[in-house]
């Protein structure tokens, strides 16, 4: 099963989500991630959270939607509320659910404010995807309707 994170940048949430759950996934499971328009380059200070994980980002980059090399099975969207941020919407026949978080590269104040909200968007991110990947897979892949009821229900879970 293949899952996308989808943004408008796919510079930092949707890096976020894609290397974390890579990192936590199970055999048979992989993510993605893309953007509806692409910034071209990783976020620094989400790559170096990430590696402060020990989450490897190697290998991954920004892309766009247009650039993916399959059709996900799952996508997730996860732009936030802040300054009115216009989430794109996957159009392909896959389970969608939205997992809204406040873009942190958008993140103003001291050094630690900032890498605080870097945090902040890490954590919900991965306690989603922890929850997420709790879940009965191996049934629910078989029941499309309960399967985006458990995502949407995540979709509002914080750490």
Not at 113 to 134: C, D, G, N, P, S
Request: include cysteine; aromatic fraction near 6%; proline fraction near 5%.
């Amino acid at each position: 099963m293949n899952v996308l994170f989808l943004c408008t940048g796919n510079s930092c949430r949707s890096l976020i989500g894609e290397a974390t759950f890579n990192h936590l996934a199970p055999e048979g499971w992989h993510a993605l991630s893309a953007g509806s328009k692409p910034l071209g380059r990783l976020n620094s200070r989400a790559v170096a959270l990430l590696e402060q994980e020990s989450i490897s980002t190697e290998g991954y980059y920004s892309k766009s939607w247009n650039d993916l090399p399959l059709i996900p099975d799952i996508v997730i969207s996860v732009c936030g509320n802040a300054a009115n941020e216009t989430c794109p919407a996957y159009l392909g026949s896959v389970l969608r659910s939205h997992w809204g978080v406040e873009d942190p590269a958008h993140a103003e104040g001291t050094e630690e404010e900032i890498k605080a909200a870097f945090m902040v968007a890490y954590r919900i991110l991965r306690h989603r995807i922890e929850q997420f990947l709790a879940l009965p897979l191996a049934e629910l892949t078989l029941d499309n309707v309960r399967l985006k009821a458990e995502l949407d229900r995540i979709g509002t879970l914080l750490p």
